[in-house]
């Protein structure tokens, strides 16, 4: 089975943190950016963060920025979205998804390139 599957999402205070994970089955993440998105209640999805297949560069939002940091261990064929200082806004669905290369689709909005994506995972932050 070709997928993607995130985990780690749940309740947390505000000032909490939370680490998500993204874990690739069936298809190796290597030469795969990945993107995380999020999706509130009432909202459309919007990026969050992405980190590219070659260099791992990344690329966050600016309303996370400073407060989260996304990685990769290709070896576990996992990425992950170290979330720090989590506000209630904060809440949301959230997605990862692969893409080859380099975050293309990522950086263009066009999120319905990305090859992958998975079922989501809910983070709630109380106030």
């Known amino acids: 089975q070709v997928r993607v599957a995130e985990s780690g999402g749940g309740l947390v205070q505000s000032g909490g943190s939370l680490r998500l994970s993204c874990t690739a089955s069936?298809?190796?993440?290597?030469?795969?950016?990945i993107g995380w998105f999020r999706q509130a209640p009432g909202k459309v999805r919007e990026g969050v963060s992405c980190?590219?297949?070659?260099?791992?560069?990344?690329s966050y939002a600016d309303s996370v920025k400073g407060r989260f940091t996304i990685s990769r261990d290709n070896a576990k064929n996992t990425a992950y979205l170290q979330m720090n200082s989590l506000k209630p806004e904060d809440t949301a669905v959230y997605y990862c998804a692969a893409e080859p290369g380099a975050c293309a689709a990522y950086y263009s909005g066009s999120y319905s390139h990305m090859d992958y994506w998975g079922r989501g995972t809910l983070v709630t932050v109380s106030s």
């Open positions: 980190i590219s297949s070659s260099d791992g560069s990344t």
């Open positions: 069936g298809f190796s993440l290597e030469n795969y950016a």
